[in-house]
């Protein structure tokens, strides 16, 4: 049947995705198919000429071979298709190609039309320097935990953390709200412990609750920990959504730095010739979302994450996005204090160093442990 | 440091988690690793031995070589870790696991304590039959496309889809706000129109909005299309989160039957050897939040699921799960009338399928065509 050939009125204004596209022959094919997948998921020959098939359907800019069977595919898209909402834009970026094997988004380029929908971090690298006092070396980060500590026991940890003058003490992302540390009397006495730690030492320190749980209690509990006295927020988009870390982010109520964690998002990553770059998915992505600091995992810990690959998130924390602010990379995952130097080297002054069970091992003393651990970071 | 070694008079029950492990050797010393990982997150070492050590630490319940080089591990959690919340729970099935390779989630299995909390799916199978009034064939389903029609385009579409027999027309999920065809007016021309078709061939048919967009919007967007007369709502859990979908089905005031779409889930399935099984992803996480049918491509169309991998989605829509009814299955993806005969076949009465293009591939005439559909799907 022939179907209508409406005239659209567009901008003109497109994005840019770039595609890796593991296959020994056919990429062109694959490009194409990338094209109408993303947009119209019509088959090519009934795709209506006009502004459809022009304007809508994905344009492959450009197509090279990057590696032995591997092209990169840049693929641009009229920015009216994502509505210029957050979801519609993954979706655009991803949302079916995800479904077929060997095909990775490698970064994308959006046009100021399309950015300046999105307010992105509200603090970045610069507002978070600025709301912690800290302006001229990396941020320290703990995480409180394990599981299973009550509200008192963490709020006491959480206290000594801020003492020993940790800037950032986050809850492990396992807390939630279970009923050995229910959410509202965590929040409540581990921002009353952090404050208190902050008036002895005279040097701000911020508690950073992990706001996750059913989607309508979600901004309640962020403007609860607000009024407790939090000082940020830790979001884990795999769990709440992309979109609830970008609301949380752009609520002027609330109006608190926050951190991403990667919680249920190592499957867009693990397979290297499918998923998300790291450089997409903890860099750009996050920012787009409203991420103040991304967390991940650093090389040589617990996970598999290269150098290679913790080096493109700090590139995409910080690659020029319009207005979007750069923000901080957060390597974690079973560091200690003994990798610190080696830490300081690669990512140089504006990282958030993460070690979480790593501060307990490192001798006895918790708080004698987290001054060792500044004072390697202020190279005293 | 020595922690707190609290008693926290735990319920006993756990849920367990089958994981797949792709190692030659230590598959016991990853197996311990997610205990860890998934829970505490701490130095085994350091873990007080109590209740946190004894309890909350996952438990490996059995590890079993399964092919060479894969083991599975069966590993319990105590129910209360998951603060009986969907955010919580797949954090703990699988939130930081999900970084490493080589580990993939299987299948779970819940006690009642835990199942009790989620309302699963409203409608399931035979609630959504009878919400449509069809007691004894497969359900027909297509989608409205391609992106960049008009609402009045979309809805004559809707309307002829049917009058051709069509049980369920939902949107294409690229269809999100987009300024050709605003959310608003799309829903209420498209609900109005297959409702008038509906009256003139006496028989149901549904209209399923994609329901996506901005976290705030999503429940307004569907209370509108509830409003308008949509007969059930298109969810993508992959944009707006898994919980979103639950609220969404949980909602009295909406009560409409709920199809998950696959978008930017694929990197869970892609790499066979990481990522969340079909079995699971696709069948129980669905129902848990609350899906009615899954959509997921069928082998043999423009997507690269095996026959095997089909199979175990259709059976995760059934497999018991105490009061969590069976979903359909609703294989798309590229399938044409002339696949119809073999999926009849393969899948049996229980299923919905969904041919989209292919309805206006078959022939000039698309009324007639959905017709030919119907006839073959009902025998006649």
């Known amino acids: 049947m022939m179907l209508p050939n409406p005239t659209l009125n567009l901008s003109g204004d497109r994005f840019t995705v770039r595609y890796r596209i593991a296959a020994a022959e056919g990429a062109r094919q694959i490009a ?27 344009r492959i800019e450009s197509l090279e071979p990057v590696a032995p069977g591997v092209s990169e595919a840049v693929i641009s898209y009229a920015v009216e298709t994502t509505g ?73 940890l959480a206290y000594r953390l801020a003492l020993g003058g940790i800037d950032i003490i986050k809850d492990d992302h396992g807390l939630a709200d279970q009923s050995f540390a229910p959410f509202a009397e965590r929040v409540q006495r581990c921002a009353e412990a952090v404050e208190r730690a902050g008036r002895e030492t005279g040097r701000r320190a911020i508690y950073m609750p992990h706001i996750a749980g059913p989607v309508d209690t979600v901004v309640e509990r962020a403007r609860l920990a607000r009024e ?23 609520d002027d109520s609330i109006a608190l730095p926050i951190m991403s964690h990667p919680a249920l998002l190592g499957s867009f990553v693990t397979s290297p010739a499918n998923g998300i770059s790291h450089f997409a998915l903890f860099g750009q992505i996050a920012r787009l979302a409203g991420a103040d600091a991304t967390v991940y995992p650093n090389w040589g810990g617990r996970f598999s994450f290269s150098q290679e690959e913790c080096r493109s998130i700090a590139e995409g924390a910080a690659v020029p996005m ?44 918790l708080v004698a442990n987290c001054r060792s651990f500044l004072a390697t970071v202020s190279g005293r």
Chains 1, 2 share one sequence.
């Open 32 to 58: 194409e198919a990338i094209c109408l997948e993303q947009t119209v998921e019509f088959p090519a020959d009934l795709v209506p000429a006009g502004d459809i098939g022009q304007q809508i359907v994905g």
């Open 84 to 156: 210029f909402e957050l979801t519609q834009f993954l979706n655009v970026l991803f949302g079916n190609t995800s479904i077929k094997p060997g095909i990775r988004v490698a970064r994308f380029d959006l046009p100021e039309s399309l950015l300046n929908r999105f307010r992105g971090p509200r603090f970045g690298v610069q507002g978070l320097r600025a709301h912690l006092n800290v302006s001229d070396r990396p941020l320290l980060c703990t995480a409180l935990k394990p599981l299973g500590l009550s509200a008192a026991d963490l709020a006491d």
């Open 228 to 250: 407790a006295g939090a000082g940020g927020l830790l979001v884990s988009p795999g769990l709440v959504g992309f979109d609830t870390m970008r609301r949380l982010a752009a």
């Open 322 to 365: 319009g207005h979007i602010r750069p923000i901080f990379p957060t390597p974690g995952g079973g560091m200690s204090l003994g990798r610190v130097p080696e830490m300081l080297r690669f990512y140089g002054r504006d990282v958030i160093l993460l070690i979480g069970g790593g501060l307990f091992q490192a001798g006895p003393d």
